[in-house]
């Protein structure tokens, strides 16, 4: 028997003592471009987490809309570990079966007909940004290359990706951005019109989130997303429906863009289609889709085994009537919840969203100060989101239990009135 044989039948080693660990090692040793919470989440189940002192919070963040099935599912845990007895990696060279399985689920189910896979819903975008240029050169020539975006847009935090983002804070002073990439206020046709009057043909792509999620929890109007569709199709452009966030069930269908009468070149996914496990993926047409030969884009990580085994098992929960119009029927639960809340506390100019992704905007004397919010949530035991400074976001898991909807609504008060008896 060699060595190596030997010593894989060797009983294992015992486990490491696990170091004991503390929130300011965050501080210590984290490249400071987080302020994480001042406690650290060490279980979580469905929709409830707790800390290292054994607090339980109700997670109405989702871990910023990702735990689209709440935590440590049971089909997710299954999928995961059969999978990581079977085969982890092998890259893009070789193809696998879950990613082709995967990829035949969303091409079944959706516009597309082609998939790329990534790990993050920037890389997705990156994607997308690159083939709509691609696509353009090939086509039409070089000059045809102009990206038009919306202010306050967030695409993810890789340049090409950030600089189409429309919020200067998170893409400034990194030096020289990618070139022509233009920005016009969210929901503006008029806006829309003159930027394709002024550009023209020389637009490739119009890139818009259905809703915009980390700006505001603003949803497009059915005007401005179908004048997308118009113009681009009218100046041969691609319409870039980025559904990071939108997508995967969170409004009550698989994609957002199912509810709003238009349909897009190229979609990007993450977030909810991992529900935890880091996977992101670009769809579009075989039309377009032909402007990425071989060795023109690619990532190692693309289509891994573990990710796309574990987005395969949350693709089929998803993927059902029962939890699409659970979805429908959390979100009534939420407005009347919100609605019966305001009423008392007058904290909200506005109550809207849709599914289980809702926005609550703080009235004038409030405004700025929704990370105050958040922070009089944890007290109360329950994770919250922001949307910009003004804004409060609730992202639950899709299949959030009613009775903490409930209980994490009862959390919600307490952290409003605490808020606003400090004034
Ligand atoms: C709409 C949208 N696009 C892109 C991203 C970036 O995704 P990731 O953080 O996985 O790169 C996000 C993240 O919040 C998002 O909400």
């Given at each position: 028997m060699s060595a190596l044989s030997a010593a894989a039948s060797a009983p294992p080693a015992a486990a490491p003592?696990?170091?004991?660990?503390?929130?300011?090692?965050?501080?210590?040793?984290?490249?400071?471009?987080?302020?994480?919470a001042p406690f650290v989440p060490v279980r979580g189940e469905g929709s409830r987490v707790w800390d290292q002192q054994g607090r339980m919070y109700i997670d109405f963040a989702a871990g910023v809309a990702v735990t689209a099935l709440g935590h440590c599912h049971p089909a997710m845990v299954?999928?995961?570990?059969?999978?990581?007895?079977?085969?982890?990696?092998?890259?893009?060279?070789?193809?696998?079966?879950?990613?082709?399985?995967?990829?035949?689920?969303?091409?079944?189910?959706?516009?597309?007909?082609?998939?790329?896979?990534?790990?993050?819903?920037?890389?997705?975008?990156?994607?997308a940004l690159k083939l709509a240029r691609r696509y353009a050169f090939d086509?039409?020539?070089?000059?045809?290359?102009?990206?038009?975006?919306?202010?306050?847009?967030?695409?993810?935090?890789?340049?090409?990706?950030?600089?189409?983002?429309?919020q200067a804070k998170y893409s400034s002073g990194f030096g020289p951005k990618p070139a022509g990439v233009s920005h016009i206020a969210?929901?503006?046709?008029?806006?829309?019109?003159?930027?394709?009057?002024?550009?023209?043909?020389?637009?490739?792509?119009v890139i818009l989130e259905p809703m915009q999620g980390e700006g505001g929890m603003l949803p497009g109007t059915p005007e401005f997303l179908q004048a997308a569709?118009?113009?681009?199709?009218?100046?041969?452009?691609?319409?870039?429906?980025?559904?990071?966030?939108?997508?995967?069930?969170?409004?009550?269908?698989?994609?957002?863009?199912?509810?709003?009468?238009?349909?897009?070149?190229?979609?990007?996914?993450?977030?909810?289609l991992g529900g935890g496990f880091p996977i992101g993926a670009m769809l579009t047409t075989d039309k377009v889709a032909a402007a990425f030969s071989v060795g023109v884009h690619g990532t190692t990580y693309g289509g891994n085994p573990l990710a796309c085994a574990v987005a395969e098992a949350v693709f089929e929960i998803i993927n059902t009537t029962e939890v699409l119009d659970g979805v429908k029927a959390r979100n009534r639960l939420f407005q009347?919840?919100?609605?019966?809340?305001?009423a008392s506390c007058k904290l909200f100019a506005d109550i809207r969203g849709e599914g289980v992704w809702l926005g609550c905007e703080l009235v004038a004397a409030y405004r700025g100060r929704a990370m105050e919010f958040v922070r009089a949530g944890h007290d109360a035991g329950l994770l919250l989101l922001v949307a910009g400074p003004d804004v409060l976001r609730l992202a639950p898991?899709?299949?959030?239990?009613?009775?903490?909807?409930?209980?994490?609504?009862?959390?919600?008060e307490q952290a409003l009135q605490k808020v606003a008896g400090q004034g």
């Open positions: 003592s696990k170091m004991p660990v503390t929130r300011a090692m965050f501080d210590q040793f984290m490249v400071p471009c987080y302020a994480p299954k999928a995961l570990g059969d999978q990581a007895k079977t085969l982890w990696h092998v890259s893009n060279w070789m193809t696998n079966e879950p990613a082709l399985r995967l990829a035949k689920k969303l091409i079944d189910n959706t516009f597309a007909e082609r998939v790329f896979f990534c790990n993050s819903g920037t890389e997705a975008n990156e994607a086509k039409f020539g070089e000059s045809k290359y102009k990206v038009v975006s919306t202010l306050n847009a967030f695409h993810g935090r890789t340049f090409f990706a950030v600089t189409a983002g429309g969210y929901n503006d046709v008029a806006a829309l019109e003159a930027e394709f009057a002024r550009e023209g043909d020389a637009i490739c792509a569709r118009r113009l681009c199709d009218r100046h041969n452009a691609l319409l870039i429906l980025d559904e990071i966030q939108s997508g995967m069930g969170r409004t009550g269908t698989l994609f957002s863009y199912m509810q709003k009468g238009i349909v897009p070149d190229i979609l990007t996914s993450a977030k909810g009347e919840g919100l609605k019966r809340i305001n898991a899709l299949t959030i239990g009613l009775d903490d909807i409930i209980e994490g609504l009862g959390r919600f």
